[in-house]
């Protein structure tokens, strides 16, 4: 386990005490259907009444009925974003102090979800643009007037984005010197292989 993908802020931190108390046998149904709707960006797993009632039910105020159902959803997509395997996803979880027993119930629930939830991900969009084409040039700056000798190279990007709801064009240009085109670069790199590891 390379990377850690969960910060352990103070929210956090709350939200894994709320979890690891929560009743076992409560848990699988709660997670089913948040990892069912995970791939809804713009729908919530629970209606306004559904969360009044889960709340009742589960004893707790509604800021940390917020604080679980959105932490439950972050980790969930955690495992999507990283195309985490159940036995890895349950090791990062112990990492962060989650009990075992819940990080258990969670790595089974990916196993049963975790793959259709990605393959749904991939055919909805979660920006309001998309790249439609990409143009670019080099610059080479060989002096300045108060020096002679400079060379200095950047890269010119044109993205082409389409407003998704609209269909409205628009233009964004990028200037990159090539220290940041190459951190660019290995940041797609580290794109490319997460979505490679998706497939």
């Known amino acids: 386990m390379a990377e850690q993908i969960f910060t352990e802020t103070s ?3 709350t939200a894994v005490q709320l979890i690891n108390e929560l009743e076992s046998n ?4 709660l997670l089913s ?3 069912e709707k995970l791939h809804l960006r713009e729908e919530h797993a629970f209606s306004e009444e559904e969360q009044i009632k889960l709340q009742l039910a589960l004893g707790i105020g509604s800021e940390d009925r917020s604080l679980l159902l959105e932490t439950i959803e972050f980790i969930l997509l955690q495992a999507a974003y990283y195309g985490l ?3 890895t996803l349950h090791q990062h979880l112990l ?8 990080s258990e119930i969670i790595s089974q629930t990916w196993a049963s979800y975790g793959k259709a939830t990605v393959e749904k991900m991939k ?4 920006t309001h643009s998309q790249l439609e084409s990409v143009s670019w040039h080099l610059n080479l700056q060989l002096a300045q007037d108060n020096k002679t000798q400079v060379k200095e190279s950047n890269a010119i990007f044109h993205l082409n984005l389409k407003k998704s709801e609209i269909g409205k064009a628009e233009k964004l240009s ?5 220290k940041e085109l190459l951190h660019f670069y290995n940041k797609l790199e580290i794109l490319q292989d997460q979505l490679d590891s998706l497939s």
């Open 11 to 13: 929210r956090f931190k």
């Open 26 to 29: 409560r848990f699988p149904k």
């Open 33 to 35: 259907r948040i990892a």
């Open 85 to 87: 395997k159940p036995a």
């Open 95 to 102: 990492s962060v102090n989650l009990s075992v027993e819940k």
């Open 123 to 126: 055919k909805h969009s979660f």
């Open 174 to 178: 990028l200037e990159l010197t090539h």
